[in-house]
């Protein structure tokens, strides 16, 4: 399996924040890499697919870069309504595995 | 845009088998590019992908959880099916079922269900 690590695990900060999330993969994966947040009692929700390409209805304060082993989530302008725990996924091959989450609170 | 609804007992008893059904709306389920997945949650944890069958009726299982898990398709109900036998405490979760696009060379999973808690105790 392909272990994905993520940091930090968790993450103060203040709305109008810069904030960047790292993904790590434990082998090379391309760019499949994808992005969802999720709140408290939700499901996740698709942000990013493809390691940097914005999903429809997204805003654009999301984006993603990386490709190989390394990949990072970034909110250009933190507003309230993203913070949430935020979950990395590879989509390289089965079984298909997840990041062990951000979660991003505020300061 | 899809909507998927699990649904199934909320207790299962040790040992026994788990048995979810996720029903797809607003969507075919024999739609070109989409596999149909399972995905659990146990409270305050990580996300664990079980396993995707997608309209043909092929599947592939997490090997973690292969030897008792069986994801099955009704085309004519537009729905799937979730079975994990023997379950322990461990298998507690919010299970959630989840569409996942596969377009070229992205595959992502686009619609969730709400997800539905299942506790396995006595």
Redesign the interface.
Known sequence: ?IQMTQSPSSLSASVTDRVTITCRASQRI???L?W?QQKPG?????LI??AS?L?SGVSSRFSGSGSGTDFTLTISSLQPEDFATY?C?Q?FS????????TKLDVK | QVQLQESGPGLVEPSQTLSLTCTVSSGSITSANYYWSWIRQPAGKGLEWIGRIYSSGSTDYNPSLKSRVTISIDTSRNQFSLKLTSVTAADTAVYYCASATHYYSSYYFDYWGQGTLVTVSS
């Open positions: 399996d391309s760019t499949h994808n969802y939700k499901a996740p929700k698709l697919y493809s390409t999903q979950w996924q989509s089965t079984p298909q595995t997840f990041g062990p989450g």
